[in-house]
């Protein structure tokens, strides 16, 4: 079992950033892939990044390159998304989850156990 939790959702205007934070718990942190999704109301979930058990490779939707970033912190059990740039069209439901097999980071069904989420709200 992993327990993964999100923090650091909220209001910004357009152009702002946020931070997101998702600390995972239950099993070694560095064995397994995480990634970020993301669901707007009325819409399918959503890939957004996703970084691999050591760090060292990232992947991302190509509507969010070069403004999100992924990265994780192994010894804090930890990985981040830092948003910048924001747009209206960023608005969601932001959620962490777990890659236990780490082969497909990219595909929603790939992932073993998500969180709860978190709203990101990007005003015009």
């Known amino acids: 079992q992993v327990r993964v939790v999100e923090s650091g959702g909220g209001l910004v205007q357009a152009g702002g950033s946020l931070r997101l934070s998702c600390l995972a718990s239950?099993?070694?942190?560095?064995?397994?892939?995480m990634g970020w999704f993301r669901q707007a109301p009325g819409k399918v979930r959503e890939f957004v990044a996703a970084v691999n058990p050591n760090g060292k490779n990232t992947y991302y939707v190509d509507s969010v390159k070069g403004r999100f970033t992924i990265n994780r912190d192994n010894a804090k059990n930890t990985v981040y998304l830092q948003m910048n740039s924001l747009k209206p069209e960023d608005t969601a439901v932001y959620y962490c989850a777990a890659d236990l097999q780490s082969v497909r980071l990219t595909e929603v069904r790939a992932y073993d156990y998500w969180g709860q989420g978190t709203q990101v709200t990007v005003s015009s």
């Open positions: 239950g099993r070694t942190f560095s064995n397994y892939g």
